[in-house]
């Protein structure tokens, strides 16, 4: 199984929707959970840090689930301007510094 | 602060040329990440550095890769000989210790290509 594993997409998706991403990842020990923003040929940003609570941020809602290694995104009301590749990023656990990126989903939102 | 600052931001070499990376990171951040970017194969660690220390080099590909960080303002990432599978984009990215935040900063990259 690998470190850590989303579906590539893209995801197409009109203005306006709702769209959610899923990561799972395979260390348990793993404590970090981020959701990072890649734009086309730009560097990897960070979007929202994911709390065993669930978090939100505006349009944004992540949640972590740690009996089943498993990290959503929703984007609601999407805009044409979160058109990228959202990463799904781990710390390797037992080594808090290594942060383990997933291959990206890419969505691209349409007028 | 003006973020990471990586050079040069596009690299053209032969193969078998030795290329080098340079990487400034943010003034006070204590880790040093170097990744590598591929369609094939997405972000991948090469090296961390913590307090200028080498932490973790499981990433790196082969002994013809090698990364230093003489002090904590700069980092370099040596490939010698290239060959044309070295082609990628190279990340450099900085982040505070992991009691305070791993957000990492990433730098604009260094586009690759070998020929």
């Known amino acids: 199984r690998k470190e850590v594993e989303q579906d590539p997409g893209p995801f197409n998706v009109p203005e306006g929707a709702t769209v959610a991403f899923n990561c799972t990842y395979s260390n348990s020990a793993s404590q970090s959970f981020f959701w990072y923003r890649q734009d086309c040929r730009k560097e990897p940003k960070l979007l929202m840090s994911?709390?065993?609570s669930g978090n939100e941020d505006g349009r944004f809602t992540a949640q972590l689930n740690r009996a089943s290694q498993y990290i959503s995104l929703l984007i609601r009301d999407s805009k044409l301007s979160d058109s990228a590749t959202y990463l799904c990023?781990?710390?390797?656990?037992?080594?808090?510094?290594?942060?383990?990126f997933g291959k990206g989903t890419k969505l691209s939102v349409k007028p | 602060d003006a973020g990471v600052i990586q050079s040069p931001r596009h690299e053209v070499t032969e193969m078998g040329q030795e290329v080098t990376l340079r990487c400034k990171p943010i003034?006070?951040?204590?880790?040093l990440f170097w990744y590598r970017q591929t369609m094939m194969r997405g972000l991948e660690l090469l090296i961390y550095f913590n307090n200028n220390v080498p932490i973790d080099d499981s990433g790196m590909p082969e002994d013809r890769f090698s990364a230093k960080m003489p002090n904590a303002s700069f980092s370099t990432l040596k490939i010698q000989p290239s060959e044309p599978r070295d082609s990628a984009v190279y990340f450099c990215?900085?982040?505070?210790?992991?009691?305070?935040?791993?957000?990492?900063?990433f730098g604009q990259g260094t586009r690759l290509t070998v020929v």
């Open positions: 990023v781990v710390n390797k656990g037992g080594s808090q510094g290594n942060l383990i």
């Open positions: 994911v709390y065993s």
């Open positions: 990215a900085s982040s505070l210790g992991f009691w305070r935040s791993t957000e990492a900063f």
């Open positions: 003034s006070g951040h204590d880790y």
